[in-house]
C-alpha cells in the first residue's frame, strides 16, 4: 500500500523523502501515518523496480538531498501494484480500500470501472462471510462479539452503496 502512495504523491513533481511523508500525512493521514522508517524502504524497493528514479542534488551548504520523481514505468507499475496487491486479510481491508479510492485519479476510466466492479465483489464475499458467521449456529459468539460482527456488517453494506455511487468518469 505504502508504494502505491508514495507513487501517487511523486506523479506530478518529484519530492524528497520528507515532502513525500509530509503530503501522504496531508491527504490520507486519516487511515495511515508512516514513518520515514516505513517511506525509505519502500522508496528503496521502488528504485530497485525501477518504478521511480532518485536525482541527488548538493544544496549551497553542501547537503545532499535526493528528489524522487516516478518513471514512465512507475505508471505502469502503480496500476500493477494497485489491482495485484491486495490482502485478503480482513483487518487490512478498509486501508487498502481507501488507499486505493484516494488514488484512483491516475487509473483510466475503464480502470476505474473495473476497480470499482472487483471491490464490489469482494465486498459481498465479506458480506457474505459475515453473515455466515452471525448466522451459523455451532459458533458460540459472545454479546460483543455479535455486536462487533453487525457493526462491521453494516459498514460492508455501507460500503456496497458507496462504490455502487462512485462517479468513475
Not at 495511515?32 to 517511506?39: A, C, D, L
Not at 459481498?124 to 455486536?147: A, M, V
Request: glycine share 6%; charged share 30%; proline share 2%.
Amino acid at each position: 500500500m505504502i508504494e502505491i502512495l508514495i507513487l501517487y504523491i511523486i506523479h506530478k513533481r518529484e519530492k524528497t523523502i520528507y515532502s513525500i511523508r509530509k503530503e501522504i500525512i496531508e491527504i490520507f493521514g486519516t487511515f495511515t501515518k508512516p514513518s520515514i522508517g516505513t517511506i525509505y524502504p519502500a522508496l528503496q524497493r521502488l528504485l530497485k523496480e525501477k518504478a521511480v528514479q532518485a536525482n541527488d542534488i548538493l544544496s549551497e551548504g553542501g547537503k545532499k538531498s535526493s528528489y524522487y520523481s516516478v518513471t514512465k514505468h512507475g505508471l505502469d507499475y502503480f496500476k500493477e501494484l494497485f489491482f495485484n496487491s491486495g490482502s485478503d486479510n480482513p483487518s487490512l481491508f478498509y486501508t487498502q480500500l481507501q488507499a486505493r479510492l484516494g488514488t484512483m485519479g491516475l487509473l483510466s476510466v475503464e480502470d476505474r470501472k473495473l476497480f470499482i466492479s472487483e471491490f464490489t465483489k469482494k465486498t459481498e464475499i465479506y458480506q457474505f462471510e459475515l453473515e455466515s458467521k452471525l448466522n451459523d449456529e455451532f459458533i458460540e459468539l459472545d454479546y460483543y462479539q455479535k455486536q462487533l460482527l453487525n457493526r462491521t456488517l453494516k459498514e460492508i453494506k455501507n460500503l456496497k452503496d458507496y462504490l455502487k455511487g462512485l462517479k468513475v468518469d
